[in-house]
């Protein structure tokens, strides 16, 4: 059984970097089968796609978010991590990791697995 | 920015159906956005219900149904429960990028 689990700081001042790590257990991040994302959702809003990345090195973010997000894999301790720049309260969200397969592929399951999610709050 | 429209609210009788839908502004959705649809309920994560458009996963109750109806992914609830009201998010993929419409909060009333 996979299983997700986000970790962080959970208050972060404003102008600085929030960074947080997401750790993989019931399975291989480096498969190179999967994305591995971020999702935030402000209180009592929806859902906001931050970026994926693959073990191959690839990585996609949206472009909203003005290059502000990097995300990264370590293979060797099965985490996945996102730095988040020039914070403001704006970002204040619950951060979610999730495994997305690779649409297409014959195996591809959709975004199938979440973690439980870790609030953060710019200020 | 490319805007992903789900109706905002919507209330289903028990028992009854409903079908919830998810446009894109870029155009008509097609296969090719492998919609995949979310059901979250209040203070729990979001579940995945479907993907590749009208894809169960493996623990999504046989009433839930996904197609593209008239440019648009959508959802159908056949026979709601009360356990099924909640808010619902789609997301489509556009390349590289992935984009969330804004939920649909469904009643069971």
């Known amino acids: 059984q996979v299983q997700l689990q986000e970790s962080g700081p959970g208050l972060v001042n404003p102008s600085q970097t929030l960074s947080l790590t997401c750790t993989v257990s019931?399975?291989?991040?480096?498969?190179?089968?999967?994305?591995w994302s971020w999702i935030r959702q402000p209180a009592g809003k929806g859902l906001e796609w931050i970026g994926r990345?693959?073990?191959?090195?690839?990585?996609n973010y949206n472009s909203s978010l003005k290059g502000r997000a990097i995300i990264s894999i370590n293979p060797s301790k099965n985490q996945l991590s996102l730095d988040l720049n020039s914070v403001t309260a704006a970002d204040t969200a619950v951060y979610y990791c999730?495994?997305?397969?690779?649409?297409?592929?014959?195996?591809?399951?959709?975004?199938?697995?979440w973690g439980q999610g870790t609030t953060v709050i710019v200020s | 920015q490319t805007v992903v429209t789900q109706e905002p609210s919507l209330t289903v009788s028990p028992g009854g159906t409903v079908t919830l839908t998810c446009a894109s502004s870029?155009?008509?959705?097609?296969?090719?956005?492998?919609a995949n649809w979310f059901q979250q309920k209040p203070g729990q994560t979001p579940r995945a219900l479907m993907y590749?458009?009208?894809k169960k996963q493996s623990w999504t109750p046989a009433r839930f149904s996904g197609s593209l109806l008239g440019g648009r992914a959508a959802l159908t609830l056949s026979g709601a429960q009360p356990e099924d009201e909640a808010e619902y998010y789609c997301?489509?993929?556009?390349?590289?990028?992935?984009?969330f419409g804004g939920g649909t909060k469904l009643t069971v009333l």
């Open positions: 997301l489509l993929y556009y390349g590289g990028a992935m984009f």
């Open positions: 870029t155009g008509a959705v097609t296969s090719g956005f492998h």
């Open positions: 990345m693959q073990t191959s090195g690839i990585s």
């Open positions: 999730a495994r997305a397969g690779i649409a297409g592929r014959p195996d591809y399951s959709g975004v199938d697995v």
């Open positions: 019931g399975a291989s991040i480096g498969s190179g089968t999967f994305y």
């Open positions: 590749s458009t009208d």
